[in-house]
C-alpha cells in the first residue's frame, strides 16, 4: 500500500488492553449480546445483505434496512426491545481516552466471520459529527483500510490486533476507511471465551444528537 500518513487526529494504540483487559470486555459485550443478540443488516434500496452481523447498547442503535435505509434507532429490529445501557468499562475508556464529559450514546458492535468484510465508507450520519468515535478490536487480527477525505485518496492498510484501541476525532472524523478482512484463527480470545467459530469484534462509541 502507499505510504502516506494517518490523519490528524488519528490515534492508534496497540496493545491497549492485555489478555485479561479483553476478556473482561468480552464478558461485558456477551451480556449486551444475551440481550440484543447479532443480527444481519441491509443495504438501502438493494436489500443486499451486510457481510458483518451486527447489535447495539446504547439509547440508539444504527440500523439499516431495505425500506428504511441508514437510521437510529432506540429499539433492535428483531426483538424490538430496547437496546441495553452501553457498557461501564466501555463508558470508562470513552472518558479517559477522549476527556469528553458527555458519554457515548452508542455503541455498535460488529462481528466478523472468515468472510465479512466492510466496503469504504465515511461514517457522517451522526450528528455529532464533533465528537470522537472510540474503537475496541477484539479477535482475530484485521485489515483496516484507512484512506482520506476523497474516495480516490490512497488507502493504507494498518493490521489491527486484539486488544488495540483506536480513536479518532476532529480532521480525522470524516475519512474514508473500512476492513479488508481479518485473518481467520489469528486470535483464540472468542473461540476461548465462548464464540464458537472464532471471528473478530469490532466495537465502536459514538454519540449522536438526535435519530435520524
Ligand atoms: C476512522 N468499523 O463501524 S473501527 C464502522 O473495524 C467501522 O469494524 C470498523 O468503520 C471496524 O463504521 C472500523 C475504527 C474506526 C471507526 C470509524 C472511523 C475508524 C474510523 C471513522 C473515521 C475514521
Ligand atoms: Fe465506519
New binding site residues.
Partial sequence: SEAVDLPPG?HHLPGFYDAAGQRSILVDIRAVLADAPLFQQAMPKTGAPLS?KMSNAGTFGWVTDREGGYRYQSRHPTTGKQWPPIPSSLLELWKKLTGEVIPPNLC?I?F?DAEAR?GL???KGESSLDAP?V?V?LGDD?T?L?GGMSRKDPVRRLR?HSGDV?W?GGP????Y???EGIVPGSSSLLTDEGFADGGRI?L?LRRIDRPS
Fill in positions: 488519528f458483518v455498535l460488529n466478523y466492510l465508507h465515511q461514517d468515535v474503537s478490536s484485521a483496516f484507512v489491527l483506536v479518532f480525522a472524523r470524516l475519512i476507511h473500512g476492513v469490532n465502536t
